[in-house]
């Protein structure tokens, strides 16, 4: 679940102000490509992101025209408040959201008719988990404060950390926060540890602020893509093929030109100079797409399914073990 600090727009076809979702603020953006309506006329599709360079590939697949290209028309929102955001989805406001594959497991008890189609990236170091001072022994662990995101990736992401250091969760404070709130919880003292992810782990270490452990160390732990609607899946896959093939180009781009595509992302949502690029996330091309989904070795997806479901049971905040069936559709990746 990634929190970005304001509410975005994009507009692709028709511009228009954006809703702003949990938040007073929004901003649209002016001045992009329109994408012309697809040939049966639907209305763009809705997709909803936050700011997290893994998701950043549909912004340049817009901007570089490659959705207009295949015939696609988006409507790119970055809404404030990612639970709001689940919450739209289920009801439909949204078409696609870019999340992490927890939350596509605890979305599910609302609304099971949604399957992830892309996985876009693996976090790998970009996420962060920061104290005041170098962790020098397991010992200064116990009775700390560590705020993360409780009852998703970040939770499991702290645990696995806690595990590796011989510490049980009742040893330390798990304290529910907003991965952009860490920086400044950690300054005035509110909690004594924090997971968070960039551009907020570059607030925190211009603060003095120590890493203890990245998400370096948790291969295929966090993994996030986009998540479509059954009825979308349905009823729109040529349009989700099209903008799945637009995406894989938008990769391959910026891979090769990333300063331009640092730049290009920046001015689009406009944000600070230098404060966008994908150090520390494994952006997924096509072929690893592929192997991620596939079923036969089970793919990184299927396993990575397995871990969050029994970590969920375990909680009890799932009742059941859904199948990978339940969660993946990697149709829309083979093409």
């Not at 953006?29 to 700011?51: F, K, M």
Request: glycine letters at 10%; hydrophobic letters at 45%.
């Amino acid at each position: 679940m990634r929190f970005p600090p304001a509410v975005l727009s994009l507009a692709h076809l028709g511009g228009g102000m954006a809703v702003g979702l949990g938040l007073a603020m929004a901003l649209t953006l002016t001045g992009c490509r329109p994408d012309p309506a697809p040939a049966a006329a639907n209305p763009p599709l809705r997709v909803g992101i936050d700011l997290w360079a893994g998701y950043y590939p549909l912004v340049l697949a817009s901007e570089r025209g490659l959705l207009r290209e295949e015939n696609v028309a988006v409507d790119v929102l970055v809404p404030g408040d990612t639970h709001r955001m689940i919450a739209d989805f289920a009801a439909s406001q949204y078409d696609l959201i870019g999340v992490s594959l927890a939350d596509v497991v605890l979305a599910t008890r609302v609304n099971p008719d949604m399957r992830m189609i892309l996985n876009s990236d693996e976090s790998a170091g970009a996420d962060l988990i920061l104290g005041p001072q170098p962790l020098l022994m397991p010992a200064q662990l116990h009775g700390k404060r560590i705020g993360t995101t409780l009852g998703g990736f970040g939770e499991l992401f702290v645990r696995h950390f806690l595990e590796l250091q011989g510490i049980r969760p009742e040893e330390v404070l798990l304290v529910n926060t907003d991965a952009a709130n860490v920086p400044d919880l950690l300054k005035r003292g509110a909690i004594d540890v924090g997971h968070t992810w960039e551009p907020y782990a570059a607030q925190a270490r211009s603060a003095g602020f120590q890493v203890w452990f990245t998400s370096a160390e948790t291969p295929g732990l966090i993994v996030d893509g986009l998540v479509a609607r059954g009825t979308v899946i349905r009823e729109r896959a040529p349009e989700l093929r099209g903008l799945v093939r637009a995406w894989f180009r938008a990769v391959a781009w910026w891979k090769a030109h990333p300063a331009e595509g640092n730049a290009l992302i920046e001015r689009r949502l406009r944000l600070p100079a230098g404060s966008v690029s994908w150090q520390g996330i494994r952006l997924l091309d096509q072929a690893d797409n592929r192997r991620a989904f596939a079923q036969r070795p089970p793919g990184a997806l299927r396993q990575a399914c397995a871990s969050y479901v029994e970590f969920f049971i375990a909680r009890g905040t799932l009742s059941e073990r859904l199948p990978p069936e339940a969660l993946l559709d990697g149709s829309f990746v083979d093409e």
